[in-house]
């Protein structure tokens, strides 16, 4: 079975500076791993995925993500935050031959002026 | 941009009564699925439906629940006989076809369940 664990359930940062959510994964197999964004009162958007190509994975809005084999990790990162970055975060994986996403408890991003 | 689309956004109902939730997915999309959010938890997978069939399900998914594409757009979810624990967001997403395919999500449907 898969799971997705993100370390952090609250992240502020001020406007410009540099933003980390973490995540951290566990799967028998390679899995595909995801980053959703929720902003208020909208739907889960994709901001990017890995799917074994590419170990840094550029996503949306200046997102970019690295998956760590070693690590187990697929942190999300973006150099320069913006207010409108504010919103919860979900780290997915999927496991190989699944449809199923699981999804991560999210993280809370707060941006300061 | 095509977008996945939910009605209601919000429902009330009393305990035991049956609800249906409505979604219409992305027009050219093949695989739909149901996922739901109880306040405080994970988002979870429910079901996901391709060729009017069910081709995966969680253990949350029991006779309760039931999916439908009744027509060619329209995709329901049904619950039978609410109880409060049904009580949750939930979530319609559909995707083009194959496992590497991404899943676009809908805003969410909000059921209280009294």
């Known amino acids: 079975a898969q799971s997705v664990t993100q370390l952090d359930s609250h992240v502020s940062v001020s406007e410009g500076t540099p933003v980390l959510l973490r995540c951290n994964y566990s799967?028998?197999?390679?899995?595909?791993l995801f980053w959703y964004v929720q902003h208020p009162n909208k739907g889960l958007q994709l901001l990017l995925k890995?799917?074994?190509?590419?170990?840094l994975v550029k996503g949306i809005n200046g997102f970019e993500a690295e998956f760590k084999k070693s690590e187990t990790s697929f942190h999300l990162t973006k150099p320069s935050a913006h207010m409108s970055d504010a919103a919860e975060y979900f780290c997915?994986?999927?496991?190989?031959?699944?449809?199923?996403?699981?999804f991560g408890s999210g993280t809370r991003l707060q941006v300061q002026p | 941009e095509p977008e996945v689309t939910q009605t209601p956004s919000h429902q009330v109902t009393q305990m035991g009564q049956e609800v249906i939730l409505r979604c219409v997915p992305i027009?050219?999309?093949?695989?739909f699925y149901w996922y739901r959010q109880i306040l405080g938890q994970k988002v979870e997978f429910l079901v996901s439906?391709?060729?009017?069939?069910?081709?995966?399900k969680s253990e949350i998914f029991d006779d309760q629940f039931s999916v439908e594409r009744p027509d060619g757009s329209n995709f329901t979810l049904k619950i039978r006989s609410t109880k409060l624990e049904d009580s949750a967001m939930y979530f319609c997403?559909?995707?083009?076809?194959?496992?590497?395919?991404?899943?676009?999500f809908g805003p969410g449907t909000r059921l209280l369940v009294l």
């Open positions: 439906f391709y060729n009017n069939e069910i081709s995966e």
């Open positions: 890995y799917t074994s190509a590419a170990t």
């Open positions: 997403a559909s995707s083009v076809a194959g496992a590497q395919e991404t899943q676009y």
């Open positions: 799967s028998s197999y390679s899995p595909s």
């Open positions: 027009s050219n999309h093949l695989y």
């Open positions: 997915v994986v999927r496991g190989p031959g699944r449809r199923a996403l699981t």
